[in-house]
């Protein structure tokens, strides 16, 4: 499908990870950390790491003897990322690369871990996304995929169609069903019984309607029916349904967990 790369930009991401960590009942940090234990020593990769987010998680779990090596295409959120690497202890490789050119710049069998957070359900071909990622990944290490669930966000469509008329639009709802429905089939057949899939049920509530309407303008779903509008979608027309609404919205994670045997 035409378009169904999405364009991250600095200001949103930082709109929604605000919002993810101070509103949200559990943060994707506090659970990540659980799932990687104390590997230390271990090589890590994240494809697309954004602006570093994660990167102090992902610190805390290796240590001084880990390594982090992660990429992302953009070039702007990347320099965000190198100032958050600056200050681990965990030694850290940050480049530009797109997931969707292979092979990757990385050897066969070079990491212990690797972690996609809210990125491979972009990708234009999901089997060469994981046939290159497994390339990389050891005998016995470790995929985590994280992304939206099919179910994801509902309030968040309720809310764009009482504004635009527009409830979804194709591009979010192939991405919404893209790790449940393509990568988690493919990863059972190349990977067996060493996969396996769970949903963390998770939610947000605004504070007040303007936070509701600012997280609305930083999402890809806005993004997509704009591009459908014949004029701009205003936040001040947002902010007046925001109002009718519980403030709360449900963020479901698909987890796909994979061991490469």
Not at 143 to 151: C, T, V
């Amino acid at each position: 499908m035409r378009g169904l790369r999405y364009t991250e930009t600095e200001e949103r991401l930082k709109i929604r990870i605000r919002a993810h960590t101070a509103y949200a009942n559990f943060t994707l940090d506090d659970w990540l950390s659980g799932w990687l234990g104390k590997p230390n020593g271990c090589r890590l990769l994240e494809i697309g790491c954004g602006d570093g987010n994660f990167f102090p998680t992902y610190a805390q779990a290796l240590g001084k003897s880990g390594l982090i090596i992660a990429f992302d295409i953009n070039r702007n959120l990347l320099q965000e990322a190198r100032t958050s690497a600056e200050r681990l202890d965990t030694p850290t490789i940050v480049f530009p690369w797109d997931f969707d050119v292979h092979p990757y710049p990385l050897l066969d069998k070079e990491v212990d871990i690797l972690i996609a957070p809210f990125s491979a359900y972009y990708t234009n071909d999901v089997s060469r996304w994981l046939e290159d990622s497994l390339r990389v990944v050891k005998k016995g290490g470790r995929l985590l995929l994280l992304g939206p669930a099919r179910d994801n966000a509902q309030e968040l469509y309720e809310l764009n169609e009482m504004v635009t008329g527009i409830k979804s639009v194709p591009e979010t709802d192939e991405t919404s069903a893209k790790l449940e429905e393509a990568f988690l089939p493919q990863l059972q057949e190349r990977l067996s019984g060493a996969v396996q899939a769970t949903i963390l049920d998770r939610h947000i509530i605004f504070p007040s309607p303007e936070e509701f309407t600012r997280y609305y303008f930083a999402t890809w779903l806005y993004e997509k029916t704009q591009e459908r509008m014949a004029s701009p979608v205003e936040f001040e027309s947002v902010l007046k349904a925001a109002q009718k609404t519980s403030l709360k919205l449900s963020k479901r994670t698909v987890c796909i967990e994979a061991y490469k045997r």
